[in-house]
């Protein structure tokens, strides 16, 4: 097994690896055989559904930790996860994920947010707020090692390698009772922006599925990953380790209608 090293460790002994496409666990952590997402998964997604690339697009596992941690986890019903994507071009596109709403959970009653925190690699984290034929504010948040993004509920979301040439890799937590609602998108063909690679670098074009929202410009919004001070978080620590030093500090995920005063103003 072949592992790779990444630029912010996560704060517990997993590892992304190449062959086999996955991840490998250090003594004491637990975690499921990945699951591999494969291009013909998010075809329909794709602004050129014919476009050739890699086969095997990313590497998931999800609800993994460390062995002592468990019980508190599961008792917050939280999850942690974690993704590695493939390097390379889908056509003119970049590895990328399909896109999705966080579906409503039936322990909280309400869509639910997400933390994602950049290990490896180069990211976008992609947002949009609808999947209707008006997709509201559309975001794209460019991320690096330690960064962290969090996707507010019930907005469209997807994970984009922005760094082509290299795997990327990330980890983050959701819902225990997790759901994935593809309606929207899947209706639309895609996003309401589709990357793509122009002269080595990122670039968007509108998916004209989509109409455009005059109140708001219909442009897409991009901008670099912040900090988190207003969600209590601590910048350049593993959000693992964070919830290690704290065991409430992410009910907010798994259950944000507690939280209101953090979704009011909320910007990614």
């Known amino acids: 097994m072949k592992r790779e090293s990444m630029a912010f460790h996560p704060g517990f002994d997993l590892w992304p690896t190449k062959e086999p496409f996955g991840f490998e666990y250090g003594q004491g952590v637990f975690g499921p055989e990945p699951e591999i997402r ?4 998010i075809r329909a997604s794709l602004a050129n559904p014919q476009s050739r690339g890699p086969e095997e697009i990313y590497a998931i596992v999800m609800d993994v930790g460390v062995e002592a941690d ?3 986890i599961v008792r917050r019903n939280l999850l942690f996860g974690a993704v590695t994507y493939a390097s390379g071009l889908i056509g003119r596109e970049p590895v990328r994920s399909q896109g999705h709403i966080h579906a409503v959970s039936a322990s909280c009653g309400s869509s639910t947010p997400e933390i994602y925190e950049i290990w490896d690699g180069e990211a976008v984290i992609y947002i949009q707020e609808s999947a209707s034929d008006n997709p509201g504010k559309c975001y794209a948040v ?10 507010p509920p019930g907005c469209v979301h997807a994970a984009v390698n922005a760094g082509i040439t290299k ?3 990330f980890g983050a937590w959701c819902v225990r009772d997790y759901g994935f609602d593809y309606d929207g998108v899947r209706r639309h063909g895609g996003i309401a922006y589709f990357p793509y690679v122009e002269n080595g670098k990122l670039a968007w074009r509108r998916n004209p599925a989509y109409k455009s929202s005059p109140c708001e410009g219909g442009e897409l919004i991009i901008k670099n990953a912040r900090t988190w001070e207003d969600f209590s978080l601590e910048a350049d620590v593993p959000i693992y380790t964070q919830f290690q030093k704290d065991k409430d ?7 944000p209608g507690r939280f209101p005063e953090l979704w009011a103003e909320f910007t990614p």
């Open 142 to 151: 460019y991320a690096h090692p330690g960064d962290v993004v969090i996707v």
């Open 167 to 169: 795997n990327m890799s």
């Open 38 to 41: 494969r291009l013909d998964d």
């Open 249 to 255: 500090r992410f009910l907010f995920v798994s259950d």
């Open 70 to 72: 468990r019980e508190e």
